[in-house]
């Protein structure tokens, strides 16, 4: 995989909910090839036939877990829409550059045949079947269980989860066929968060604190770990290497990184290993201010582990050499809330010298933070977007809903470290036909670093 082609084409998914413009979400294809004449530029939009469906992450029909099965092939992307419930199957194999709607998977089949709504994560199983977490139930409490879709069909063939347990709440995952386990973890309960954040929720239990640790082949739920309250545990990943036994997972308020391990006795265990510390403010929600954790990876060879901090406004590169002792090689300010001459003063900081300046790219400056990432397959090119998720975009960057996102791009120094913004580089989404829109989570046609599982 590391040495597979570069990227050419990436696909985005663009949200309209909450932004002001009556139009549906849509599925973006963007050329990112410099020999090309059409270069950062969205050569391919894919309307979805409804409103307000909040596309957020994407995964595919196959994958690496089905390597050597000749009978597969990576040509639909499974797209879930987090607040509508309804599962878009996009056909990317006919002409990968002019996407097309294969399947609709209306929210009634998720309701009915699992009792499960707002779908997140979507990963291909080795079985040919696809698996997608969810945050709750029709209602809109919280809920942490799975839907199985069948590969070929793409029908809903009920619940991956057997037995009456189930942890309050549901979020990202991966999974480890060799040590027979599969991880979850925990964003908020919908109903609460679908429309902003309140900070008392945190008291009130609605946000998560566990990772959720679950046999492999019996499909019951066995173990929580327990990070915290308030600590809100997102993206979750484990080492590619199949064999090892040990990942990262990284914590929104918390601003922490815990490594997860298997122990001696074959249970699991988190330890902190990178902790961002909060910045005390004035001028803002509250009088400390988290990095907020949003999205994480690691490179291909397992030896770089990248985050982004929404908030802060910057993204991250540690080497994990050593797992249980990251060290920091790489930081670039992306924009963010506490740069200079805007609303929030920075009192106490245990990083910065000063405030960050404003980050501003052929002339454009850049709304909101840095949030989703995506590194390419030789692991150079670090893609990232500005959209956390709109109804909280809405709160935290009210310009950013305004001027709609960017998509921006960081050379990676891979021998020592280090990253650098490509200022030649820039996707502005402010720019689109139907007006400003927000761009979230990036994908290769070849499949990349957060959707290939190896077994």
């Known amino acids: 995989a590391l040495k597979g082609p570069r990227e050419e084409i990436v696909y985005l998914p663009c949200i309209y909910r ?3 413009i009556e139009k549906p979400d849509y599925l973006a294809t963007v050329d990112v090839d410099p020999k090309s004449p059409h270069y950062c530029q969205v050569i391919h939009r894919l309307p979805m036939p409804n409103l307000k469906d909040e596309l957020h992450h994407s995964g595919w029909n196959a994958c690496s877990s089905c390597f050597g099965d000749a009978t597969k092939r990576r040509n639909r992307l499974i797209l879930p ?3 509508s419930s309804r599962i878009y199957v996009v056909d990317v194999g006919t002409d990968s550059r002019a996407p097309r709607i294969h399947k609709i998977v209306e929210p009634v089949e998720l309701f009915w045949k699992a009792n ?3 779908p997140h994560t979507s990963h291909c199983l080795g079985s040919g079947d696809i ?3 969810c945050l709750g139930d029709p209602s809109g409490n919280g809920k942490g269980g799975f839907i199985l879709l069948d590969g070929e069909t793409f029908e809903v063939k009920g619940n991956w989860e057997n037995g009456e347990k189930v942890p309050p709440l549901g979020y990202d995952f991966w999974y480890q066929p060799r040590h027979n386990v599969l991880m979850s973890t ?5 109903k609460v968060l679908a429309n902003g954040f309140n900070p008392a929720d945190i008291e009130r239990g609605h946000y998560g604190r ?6 492999w082949s019996t499909h019951t739920y066995i173990q929580a770990i327990d990070l915290g309250q308030g600590s809100i545990p997102l993206e979750i990943r484990f080492l590619h290497n199949p064999a090892a036994a040990e990942g990262f997972v990284g914590c929104a308020l918390s601003g922490a990184v815990h490594r997860f391990y298997k122990t001696e006795k074959g249970a699991w265990a988190a330890e902190k290993v990178i902790e961002v510390p909060s910045k005390k403010v004035q001028g803002w929600l509250l009088p400390d201010m988290p990095g907020l954790i949003t999205d994480i990876l690691i490179s291909l060879d397992d030896r770089f582990l990248y985050f982004s901090n929404w908030l802060h406004g910057d993204i991250r590169q540690y080497d994990i050499s050593d797992t249980r002792k990251p060290r920091l090689v790489g930081q670039v300010f992306l924009g963010g809330s506490i740069t200079k001459g805007g609303p929030v003063t920075v009192v106490e900081d245990k990083e910065l010298q000063c405030q960050p300046e404003p980050f501003v790219i052929q002339g454009k400056r850049v709304r909101g933070g840095p949030q989703m990432i995506q590194l390419s397959l030789d692991g150079k090119r670090l893609y990232v977007t500005s959209s956390l998720y709109s109804g909280w975009d809405k709160q935290f960057y009210p310009d ?3 001027e709609g996102s960017v998509m921006l791009q960081i050379d990676v120094d891979t021998d020592r470290g280090g990253l650098k913004v490509n200022k030649n580089f820039l996707v502005d989404f402010g720019k689109e036909p139907d007006g400003p829109v927000l761009a979230h989570e990036i994908r290769y046609p070849g499949g990349d670093s957060t959707s290939d599982i190896w077994m």
């Open 131 to 133: 698996l997608i977490s």
């Open 81 to 83: 829409s987090l607040i």
């Open 210 to 215: 566990r990772i959720n640790v679950w046999d």
């Open 18 to 20: 909450n932004t002001g």
């Open 400 to 402: 950013l809903v305004k």
């Open 186 to 190: 925990e964003w908020g309960v919908p």
């Open 116 to 118: 499960a709504a707002n």
